[in-house]
């Protein structure tokens, strides 16, 4: 059915004459007119009667105008809808997220978002990065945030940084190292440490850089992929913990920083991450934009603390 023909059948029935309908769309009286018979040709009924008075709608013409309205209306809202997704406006963004950048980056990330296009609907998936990717692969999340030191392959994968996370080790105010200065890998493993998950390659690295053989020798007490939580643990308990600085700042002064000389830790290299052969709409544009401004600001602000006691 052709919309621009309905449109013409609405402004007939609004106006109630010919001459003052073809002025609102703009045509001649004579190519109204044959727009409305057309109209009628292809529904095989007539629509109106006209009359010295105007027009009036049959019965097949009230079922038309009824349906007409509903079809422009709905292709309007359509029009509508592309417009405002194709600018970043509206639409649907699935964002996964790692354990540090749902800590550090997607509270401020999602703030924006509903800021700058309230009319989105995000849908946010945490968890490891190995299952944020099988996810993305099914394209049940279009981007996710995570360190690609976690992949495995990245073959698949289109990729942008967003920001280096630094972090140290941290116990609760008060704790008995505070006294010491300097921590050693005997102290850590005295006390034992609370991480997030890592793979092991990851771990082997975290122990050498602490002193360690392998990760096999660390002395992990926790793991927890979740952040707030591992913070409160450390806050209350003489459990030392591995935190991205960036969090620290909203935890008061509840956690303090130990000196761990030689130990000089990129908590997380976070990037967006997203299939190479498939097209990012306007708003996960928007989205990894944003995350790398603010993932940027995080990276700037902390990279000055990198094994600075607390």
Not at 7 to 17: K, M, P, Y
Not at 149 to 156: D, S, T, V
């Amino acid at each position: 059915m052709d919309l621009r023909r309905l449109s013409h059948f609405i402004a007939l029935v609004e106006e109630g004459r010919f001459a003052p309908a073809a002025e609102r769309v703009h045509l001649s009286q004579a190519a109204f007119s044959r727009s409305i018979q057309a109209l009628e040709e292809r529904v095989g009924m007539q629509l109106v009667d006209r009359g010295p008075h105007g027009i009036t709608l049959t019965q097949a013409g009230d079922v038309v105008l009824r349906r007409a309205r509903e079809l422009v209306f709905d292709s309007s809202c359509m029009m509508r809808d592309l417009a405002l997704m194709k600018t970043g406006d509206a639409g649907e963004l699935l964002i996964g997220a790692g354990p540090v950048p749902a800590a550090t980056i997607v509270p401020s990330l999602l703030i924006e978002l509903r800021r700058q296009s309230p009319l989105v609907v995000n849908r946010l998936r945490f968890g490891k990065l190995p299952q944020l990717l099988l996810q993305l692969e099914a394209q049940e999340i279009d981007v996710c945030l995570g360190d690609p030191r976690q992949m495995l392959r990245n073959e698949h994968y289109a990729m942008a940084p967003v920001g280096k996370q630094y972090g140290g080790l941290y116990c609760r105010a008060g704790h008995p190292l505070l006294r010491k200065g300097a921590v050693h890998a005997e102290d850590m493993v005295r006390y034992g440490v609370a991480l997030i998950s890592t793979s092991p390659l990851l771990l082997d690295t975290l122990a050498a850089d602490f002193g360690f053989s392998s990760g096999q020798t660390f002395p992990l007490a926790v793991e927890c992929d979740d952040i707030a939580m591992l913070a409160r643990l450390i806050a209350e308990t003489d459990v030392l913990g591995l935190l991205p600085d960036a969090i620290i700042s909203r935890n008061g002064p509840k956690l303090r920083k130990l000196q761990t000389p030689g130990a000089s830790l990129v908590f997380a290299d976070v990037h967006a991450i997203w299939l190479k052969d498939r097209t990012l709409s306007p708003v996960a544009e928007r989205a990894i934009a944003l995350a790398q401004q603010i993932g940027a600001n995080i990276e700037e602000e902390f990279s000055g603390n990198l094994a600075a006691p607390g």
